[in-house]
């Protein structure tokens, strides 16, 4: 468990960094929290040439909330989220979600935007981001590029990133006071990544859901966004019936995989009664 | 002041809580050279070669050896209970001819430093001929080394033992009544990996082993054997250790290699095993299928118990020989009558990691099958479970009870017991019946809330003997020597509570050297619930024959007799007042002739047997299959608690292990026998969040007769019976008799019980 040998930079500027990234491109990794890349190193799993340490760079250590949402800069570590980061709604559900991640030590290193960057499709950011329709900025000497979530994932541990861009800033879109949340994990233990999560977002008015957003995560090789369910919630009050059949309906949808901690079956009932919870929560 | 039976602080504590531990990664030697063990990659297969020129290439890298390099050592042999048949079944510290598990040592590296050595590891080539792995030890007996040793099958023995007149049992009964359970493989994990440092020196030419545990003189004699060495040349020194369990400590391939390389290479060899290597090099253990029939009457008496099960031994069988199949059969009939019995335990090997004792070995998975088998009984009879347990008890009258059959060598003689009484104390801790109708109303609502409880009866003291040397020196400290070893559970605290008690002297004055070769000429070690009975008896031989010592010395210098003295707070003072000495004084006047000393021999022939029952409340929800551990409590008698504070925290920390194997911990292999769970990631510990406080009733009721303390053993009470009680919490939550059959209780296997599938 030594990892193989590495060298280390450690750029004093964001240039500096993306022009390390920029000459060694697919030799070298972005060292943030490093709370999932230094283990896969260690196991040598993953063998970079060279870590790109972006610690130094308190450039990109920033969240803050503007009319078109919330900011989350590359260095914002999970811990961040304990306390609610902007009023209102997603404040709230960040604040929660991420309670569910690791453990209390690992939060104080692992960065959101490293979770998405490693792409694993249990990981409670990767879900939110999906959910609710993230932007990801990514940077390089060539500008910065605007990716949807929808076209960042491309399956488990991998990304639409470039091997010169760096994941600068995640951009989630801003949540009204209209909205309310659910989310809703199982894990075999405290802090393990999800057999099965899933979160659930609904702008309701007189007793009417207007606008809803739905996602599942550890079922697929990235996290989904059920969005024909979120059509089947629009127009109509989040009843128990309603929701019930919403969660039969994911039911349906998903096509989970089996590995030692969980068989297909299990995991299609769990995703099942995780669409039920998340969705009571948020109607409640 | 009295020291025995007091909550005293660990004496041990004090470099562990600053930080100056000697565990094994803190020992170095000037010049020391890191070994890394290459492993094999496959699962079963016949070795065509082992390349390893590219890494010997490799600057920093200083040997790499193969088998045809130690060409000339002996297979490690068995520490306990070794037979015969088993001989051709031993592994060689490197492999030969044949790669039988992930993870077999097949090469050594010695580099400069620990990085060198994992990059040379990775450049060495195994060439082998993949075979289909045996991964079924139920399955029928497939060849060991095909062309190596013709014939030789993977069933190395069967155990039979039996008593009574089965089949008169069986014509008798009222009902037949069988199950069929399995308890998954998982091991003890200590915190700290094992690791080894090996120094020659070349003065004395002797070799110093650094980081052993558990067996330090058994193992110094057997690594003695293997290298061909003169007696005096090999001594071992136990530092802190981070845990054993039973795993940690065995003699393993790693030890003899970095010994054998501290002698080659003239330079300190350094090992330090990583996690991922422990979970596939260390011993196993667990992993065993029974099934039971029972012959009952109508009041759920056993008139009769046939038993078949199969331990799944992994590769090779390793230094416990027999142990684990041997305890099996030998407890399972438990705290129950039983009158007639025959069982048959299948010693079967598989492509898996080899496997060992761990913490209550052949207990934990031989109370969950009887245990299983008792709450099959009261349902299949409409009986309640806890009336079923009340027929079957042995009766205090009945004690000392020979149950007419041997274990590790010694006959099973409960030596006394109140199994009875035990659990009226349970059932009136837990207000049973009170209990059971809140839950039961708690199921009315909706709820899936269970009770389960579970009986055992634990085996401790194991011989033969124990040396215990005490002396004291001019400044009236004391220091107790044992061959006995530490494990971290409180052994020099519990000795030192012991001879403060006998010999009245202030428990801080004392200090205790255990694990030390070159200190004391023999010892047994740290295993089977034995230290505190073993050496806590030997104790207290060696301080009364120190006390006799000093009084009579004392006598003479007074010029008054030894009955008129008494050792009082470190003094001899006389009984009626008057004239006084400290201990020290008579030490300095002994000095000439010895000094002041007491030895002490404790020999056993039988073990004691302490017993308990486990107790767990849990609640389901079926909708995610997630088990939450309401309450736990474990009810123990220890015969005599020397310290009880230590002892609950032994019952508190095996519970947690218990709750590990019962829930989360299995090491999961693929059809090829690639291990699925070789890390933390996959390989579930329980934490804090997934244990709940563990309620403990430590009782003394049935002190042991066979020591001088009335002592028994308290290391493996908190683990016994985990997964029994767990199992009968869940089938009551669910209201579903007899659905748990099989350990871990995963959410997928709970999944499959909901559904109605088979796990």
Known sequence: MKPSAFDYFRPASLSEALALLAKYKDDCKILAGGQSLVPAMNFRLARPAILI?????????????????????????????????????????????????????????????????????????????????????????????????????NGTFATDLAADELLAEIHLPAMGPGWRTGFFEFSRRAGDFALGMALAALRIEDGIVREARLGVGGVADRAIRLESLEDGLVGHA???????????????????????????????DLIATAVRRALTEAAA | MSHIGRSLRRIEDRPLLRGAGAFAADCNARDQLHMRVVRSPVAFGRILGIETAEACALDGVVAIWTIADVAELPPIDFRQMGLEALAAYRQFVLARDYVRYVGEPVAVVFAVDPYVAEDAADLVYCDIDEQAAQLDATAPPVAFKPDIYPGLLSEPAVLRRAYGDIDAAFAAAEKIVAVEVKVGRHTGVPLETRGALGVYDADKDVVTLYGVAKVPHYNRDAITRMLGLGPGRLQLSEGHVGGGFGIRGELYPEDVLVCAAALRLHRP????????????????????????????????????????????????????????????????????????????????????????????????????????????I??????????????????????????????????????????????????????????????????????????????????????????????????????????????????????????????????????????????????????????????????????????????????????????????????????????????????????????????????????????????????????????????????????????????????????????????????????????????????????????????????????????????????????????????????????????????????ARLHAILRGRRP
């Open chain 2, 378 to 747: 009261a349902s299949d009879l409409g009986l309640s479970p806890v009336e079923v347990r009340r027929a079957n008890f042995i009766a205090a009258e009945a004690m000392p009870f020979d149950r007419g059959i041997q274990t590790l060598g010694t006959g099973v003689v409960y030596d006394s017991g109140k199994y009875g009484d035990l659990l009226e104390r349970v059932l009136d801790r837990l207000d049973y019946d009170q209990l059971q109708q809140e839950l039961a109303a708690r199921r009315d609502r909706g709820e899936h809330v269970g009770l389960g409880v579970a009986c055992f009866v634990e085996k401790s003291g194991l011989g033969p003997q124990d040396l215990v040397r005490i002396r004291v020196d001019g400044r009236g400290t004391i220091e107790i020597v044992t061959g006995v070893a530490s494990v971290g559970q409180g052994v020099e605290t519990v000795l030192a509570q012991i001879c403060a008690e006998t010999i009245d002297v202030p428990i801080e004055r004392i200090s205790v050297v255990h694990g030390q070769t070159d200190r004391i000429e023999i010892g047994f070690g740290a295993f089977a619930s034995r230290v505190t009975v073993m050496a806590g008896s030997a104790v207290k031989i060696a301080s009364e024959a120190l006390r006799d010592r000093a009084l009579a010395t004392a006598a003479k210098l007074l010029q008054t007799t030894p009955d008129t003295l008494r050792l009082s707070n470190g003094t001899v003072e006389a009984i009626d007042g008057g004239a006084s000495l400290p201990l020290g004084d008579v030490a300095l006047h002994l000095e000439e002739s010895g000094g002041l000393t007491g030895e002490g021999r404790f020999v056993a022939g039988h073990m004691t047997y302490p017993y308990g029952i486990h107790a767990a409340q849990v609640k389901v929800d079926p909708s995610t299959c997630g088990i939450t551990i309401e309450r736990y409590l474990v009810g123990y008698d220890v015969g005599r608690a020397i310290n009880p504070m230590l002892i609950e925290g032994q019952i508190v920390g095996a519970a947690a292990q218990g709750i590990g194997g019962a829930l989360l911990e299995e090491f999961v292999y693929d059809e090829n026998g690639q291990p699925l769970a070789a890390s933390f990631a996959d390989y579930l510990m329980p934490t804090c969040h997934e244990v709940p406080e563990i309620e403990v009733l430590l009782r003394e009721d049935a002190p042991s007769p066979l020591n001088p303390l009335g002592v028994k053993g308290a290391g493996e009470a908190g683990i016994n019976a985990v997964g029994a009680a767990l199992a009968a919490a869940i089938d009551a939550a669910l209201q579903k008799p007899g659905v748990v059959t099989q350990l871990p209780i995963t959410p």
């Open chain 2, 269 to 376: 060899v350094k090992w330090i095993e990583d996690r991922k290597e422990h979970l596939l090099a260390a011993n196993h253990s667990r992993d065993q299928v029974y099934r039971l029939r029972a012959a009952v009457d109508k009041r759920g008496f056993i008139l009769g118990l046939k038993a078949e099960f199969f331990t799944d031994q992994g590769a090779y069988v390793r230094t416990h020989g027999t142990t684990v199949t041997d305890l099996s059969a030998a407890m399972l009939p438990g705290p129950y009558v039983i009158p007639a019995y025959c069982v048959e335990g299948h010693i079967r090997l598989t492509n898996k990691t080899p496997a060992g004792t761990y913490r209550a070995p052949g207990r934990y998975e031989s109370t969950f099958a009887r245990e299983r088998l008792i709450d099959k």
């Open chain 1, 53 to 153: 340490d972006i610690n130094d760079l308190g450039e990109l250590d920033y969240i803050f909330a503007d009319d078109n949402g919330l900011h989350i800069g590359a260095l914002t570590r999970h811990a961040a989220f304990h306390r609610r980061v902007v009023d209102g709604p997603l404040g709230a559900l960040l604040s929660k979600v991420a309670r569910h991640i690791a453990h209390y030590p690992i939060r104080q290193r692992g960065t959101f935007a490293g979770s998405l960057a490693h792409a694993d499709p249990a990981s409670e950011w990767c879900l939110v981001a999906t959910a609710l329709n993230a932007a990801i900025v990514a940077k390089s000497i060539r500008g910065d590029r605007r990716i949807s979530v929808g076209d960042f994932f």
């Open chain 1, 238 to 268: 989040a009843s128990p019936e309603l929701i019930d059949s919403i969660a039969r309906e994911a039911w349906a949808l998903v096509t989970p995989v089996g590995d030692i901690h969980a068989s297909p079956e299990y995991r299609r």
